[in-house]
């Protein structure tokens, strides 16, 4: 037993030090949010890792010293209400704590944001991610799930007949924040549960069909300074999705790219609304629209094709 408990403690020691870099816990989180749930995540750890060693020790250790001996009898022990009340009472204590401190942040974080937030929609979809902004006028334009066309340059189903939908744009796979700007996300799915997991911002929430959810962060760190952190030059903001949603989970990966104001003033005054996708001939610059990679084969709807579309929406 006492083999036992010396072996274990090492081995627990040494796994520690060898798998402890490769874990997220060895750099900070990438939000401000994040401290916060790493906070927690360390209280938790402590509280239970000092109650893990102490029983541990005393279980072993008590196995060893008061084994079965011919010079001994068992003392008859069979109930104590003081030692009932203190080990019920002492984990209900602690065990309210922590869901007190989680509950907190879980308002905050899926709570209203600062007012200088901006807004993202992503809209999960077996197997990728969807991004949406508002943009000029800061107001997400309808959406309706029977108008979704990846054909013809809608794969969010956005409802023509609403004007605010214009100056909407839609990218794929990659979304830009800005660092120090917090980001509210509004998370859709087209199908089924998908999740959008944030390991770095140490955030994550599911895209349920049907019923918006959403969650802000502040990211602290542009991806260019994770990757002199992370000494690691491949580095991304990944979005992994967190639900098992089909054959190809795996893959439906997504990416955050956290910039400066200015990079994200210049990103964004390249891109182009999605109604230009949909209807090149609306487009006042008049030139073959960039369209989103998986949506690339339609770009060319003639206008005749455009109009019809128009009357079916409405
Ligand atoms: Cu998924």
């Known amino acids: 037993m006492v083999a036992f408990l010396i072996a274990g403690l090492i081995g627990v020691y040494l796994c520690n030090a060898a798998l402890y870099p490769k874990t997220l816990l060895a750099h900070d989180a990438a939000s401000v949010q994040g401290e916060k749930v790493d906070s927690m995540l360390w209280i938790t750890l402590i509280i239970t890792g000092t109650v893990f060693l102490i029983t541990q020790i005393i279980l072993f250790w008590f196995n060893f010293k008061y084994q079965e001996s011919e010079k001994r009898k068992a003392f008859y022990f069979p109930h104590n209400n003081n030692l009932e009340l203190i080990w019920t009472v002492v984990p209900a204590i602690a065990m309210t704590v922590l869901v007190v401190i989680g509950l907190r942040n879980w308002f905050a974080f899926t709570g209203d944001p600062p007012k200088n937030a901006m807004q993202v929609e992503i809209t999960g979809k077996q197997f990728a991610w969807i991004f949406r902004y508002a943009g000029r006028d ?13 054909a013809n340059s809608n794969s969010l189903g956005q409802d023509w007949a609403d004007n605010t939908n214009f100056d909407d744009i839609v990218v794929p796979q990659t979304m830009y924040a800005i660092k120090g700007k917090p980001v509210k996300l509004i998370i859709n799915s087209r199908d089924v549960i998908h999740d959008v997991g944030l390991s770095e ?20 760190y542009t991806t260019k ?13 990944e979005i992994s999705c967190d639900q098992m949603c089909g054959n190809g989970h795996y893959s439906m990966k997504g990416v955050i790219e956290v910039v400066t104001q200015e990079e994200y003033d210049v990103w964004m005054a390249q891109q182009k609304p999605n109604y230009y996708a949909a209807f090149p001939d609306k487009d006042p610059s008049g030139k073959k629209p960039q369209l989103p990679a998986a949506d690339s084969t339609k770009a060319t709807a003639d206008s005749d094709a455009a109009t019809d579309k128009t009357k079916n929406v409405n």
């Open 225 to 237: 300074e994770m990757k002199e952190l992370t000494s690691n030059p491949d580095f991304q903001y």
């Open 201 to 220: 911002f140490r955030l994550k929430m599911d895209a349920v069909p049907g019923t918006p959810t959403t969650l802000w962060f502040t990211p602290k």
């Open 138 to 150: 800061n107001v997400f334009g309808k959406k309706y799930y029977k108008l979704i066309d990846d």
